[in-house]
């Protein structure tokens, strides 16, 4: 059920009606009506979730960073590699794609959704069925560049269930040195109900005579935006995820796929294992997670100056009879201050609750070059924060310190937020950071800026190669995790070692050189 609290009285003077939402809709920040009856332009200043996904197939040469000679960045959209505006054969500068990875069709099938699997927790789970995959542009691999090829979002069902789950699994590509690379990989589940309306698919045009930066035809009805996908006569809106739902999603993935994920997930177990010489197979068991929002509608006429230089640098996109504004979540150079800064304005209280599913690579942080190695999955770091370090921890003065930020009150204004936190990663990576064997070790979380909140700290140790911590139950503003891994030296024994025929018994755990224990 949505949690909306309307703790200020902009909200009254912003909301006319009712919301052109259904009853069990997840709450969407560009669904509020902005509808003033004013001649100003209404906008919602909030912190963004995921703003940075893109969910549709494509093929293009990518505008530079910085434009030169005053002109403005333009895509060009392809209708294929065979395009000559792609065609690695020709010129590819600036070339990338977007992948949408499809469900797995074969036992021998690559980059694609081997299974899907719900329930409330990992003892329960049901496998889910593919209903269809969605309207839309693929493309067949090419394995001369190492293309993975690219479906659509699949929809999916657990039988003798009504609630339907869309999977949105994506590669980000860049074309490197004579083949694609996977730079990035995003995989999200969020159930949904179909909505009828003048939708389209996404699509390249095809028409020779359209320009190669205007074939990308996009969605243009009124609201697209809010669906988590959209084709020919149908939006599929994002419905709330009951709370305690607990996901199974196994995934064959490209080996570029390496290094650290962050996730909107909750007490994961990660397994990543071998499944051909160019795949392999992922799995990520975890519960979804409650995070709460940060919402503020205003008018741009009406906003402070500060709010106007972040409305300036953040950029806008469309929404419910006005434009969203804001920075993302996971940037918390952008999004701390911006709490910060509205704090008071919402009396330090959350405006409503998302439920959310999904995971992401993201880069390593700072401080050791054991969590840079991208050759294998290292690790996966989580939270419900309203706002986090988009990076894996850092290792600083030996510890693995994460940041956090948020708002103190649930949308009922006096419950306090519970924050959660959890680091899965490969205890070899652990040992790495600190120099230690291969003898058992153990973890412990602290929290700096927390002296007055409860913590209950779970740690469940290591299994089957991977160190599992997490913290639960404390409250926010600003706080730092800081995560310190030890191990108990080793106790000496009386050993028997022998060489040849000549035998010693020493006081150690290892026998002198050229000596064998005994």
């Known amino acids: 059920m949505k949690k909306i609290f309307a703790f200020f009285t902009i909200f009254t003077i912003l909301i006319s009606g009712t919301p052109?939402?259904?009853?069990?809709?997840?709450?969407?920040?560009?669904?509020?009506?902005?509808?003033?009856?004013?001649?100003?332009?209404?906008?919602?200043?909030?912190?963004?979730?995921?703003?940075?996904?893109?969910?549709?197939?494509?093929?293009?040469?990518?505008?530079?960073?910085?434009?030169?000679?005053?002109?403005?960045?333009?895509?060009?959209?392809?209708?294929?590699?065979?395009?000559?505006?792609?065609?690695?054969?020709?010129?590819?500068?600036?070339?990338?794609?977007?992948?949408?990875?499809?469900?797995?069709?074969?036992?021998?099938?690559e980059n694609c959704i081997d299974s899907l699997a719900i329930g409330t927790d990992s003892s329960n789970l049901a496998d889910a069925k593919l209903i269809r995959t969605t309207g839309g542009d693929s493309f067949a691999p090419n394995p001369q560049y190492n293309y993975p090829g690219?479906?659509?979002?699949?929809?999916?069902?657990?039988?003798?269930?009504?609630?339907n789950y869309a999977v949105t699994s994506t590669y980000h590509l860049w074309f490197q040195r004579d083949k694609f690379k996977v730079t990035d990989f995003y995989a999200d589940v969020t159930?949904?109900?179909?909505?009828?309306?003048?939708?389209?698919?996404?699509?390249?045009?095809?028409?020779?005579?359209?320009?190669?930066?205007?074939r990308f035809a996009k969605n243009s009805t009124p609201g697209y935006w809010s669906c988590v996908f959209a084709e020919n006569g149908i939006c599929g809106v994002a419905q709330d995820m009951p709370e305690n739902t607990r996901i199974k999603l196994k995934l064959r993935l490209s080996t570029d796929v390496g290094g650290w994920f962050q996730g909107r997930i909750q007490d994961p177990i990660l397994d990543a294992k071998p499944f051909s010489p160019t795949n392999n197979l992922i799995t990520i068991d975890a519960s979804n997670v409650s995070v709460p929002r940060l919402v503020y509608p205003t008018f741009k006429e009406d906003?402070?100056?500060?709010?106007?230089?972040?409305?300036?640098?953040?950029?806008?996109?469309?929404?419910?009879?006005?434009?969203?504004?804001?920075?993302?979540?996971?940037?918390?150079?952008?999004?701390?201050?911006?709490?910060?800064?509205?704090?008071?304005?919402?009396?330090?209280?959350?405006?409503?609750?998302?439920?959310?599913?999904?995971?992401?690579?993201?880069?390593?942080?700072?401080?050791?070059?054991?969590?840079?190695?991208?050759?294998?999955?290292?690790?996966?770091?989580?939270?419900?924060?309203?706002?986090?370090?988009?990076?894996?921890?850092?290792?600083?003065?030996?510890?693995?310190?994460?940041?956090?930020?948020?708002?103190?009150?649930?949308?009922?204004?006096?419950?306090?937020?519970?924050?959660?936190?959890?680091?899965?990663m490969r205890s070899e990576t652990a040992r790495c950071l600190y120099g230690f064997t291969s003898a058992p070790i153990r973890a412990t979380i602290s929290i700096v800026g927390a002296e007055n909140s409860p913590i209950a700290t779970v740690v469940t140790g290591e299994k089957n190669g991977w160190l599992t911590l997490s913290a639960n139950g404390f409250t926010f503003s600003e706080k730092t995790l800081k995560v310190k891994i030890s191990q108990d030296k080793a106790v000496a024994k009386q050993i028997t070692c022998v060489k040849g025929k000549v035998s010693k018994v020493v006081k150690s755990i290892t026998c002198p050189s050229g000596y064998k224990k005994k």
């Open 150 to 163: 690219s479906s659509t979002i699949s929809l999916w069902n657990v039988p003798g269930t009504s609630t």
């Open 191 to 214: 159930p949904y109900r179909e909505k009828t309306g003048p939708y389209k698919d996404y699509k390249v045009d095809t028409d020779p005579n359209v320009k190669a930066e205007d």
């Open 303 to 424: 906003m402070p100056s500060q709010e106007k230089d972040w409305f300036s640098k953040n950029g806008t996109w469309p929404a419910t009879s006005g434009q969203g504004t804001g920075p993302q979540a996971g940037h918390p150079q952008d999004s701390f201050p911006f709490i910060a800064y509205f704090r008071d304005k919402v009396k330090d209280t959350a405006s409503a609750v998302n439920h959310f599913w999904n995971v992401t690579t993201t880069s390593y942080g700072n401080g050791s070059q054991c969590l840079q190695d991208k050759s294998k999955v290292l690790g996966i770091v989580t939270t419900n924060a309203m706002a986090y370090d988009g990076t894996s921890p850092s290792f600083i003065d030996d510890s693995l310190d994460y940041h956090v930020s948020g708002l103190h009150f649930m949308p009922d204004g006096t419950t306090p937020v519970q924050g959660s936190y959890n680091l899965v």
């Open 20 to 109: 052109s939402v259904a009853a069990g809709d997840a709450y969407n920040p560009l669904t509020i009506p902005l509808n003033s009856g004013q001649a100003k332009l209404g906008t919602v200043e909030y912190v963004v979730e995921g703003g940075g996904i893109q969910n549709s197939t494509f093929i293009a040469i990518t505008p530079t960073n910085t434009p030169t000679g005053g002109e403005s960045r333009v895509w060009k959209w392809c209708t294929g590699l065979d395009d000559p505006i792609c065609d690695p054969r020709i010129g590819t500068y600036g070339l990338s794609a977007l992948s949408v990875l499809g469900p797995c069709l074969t036992a021998t099938q």
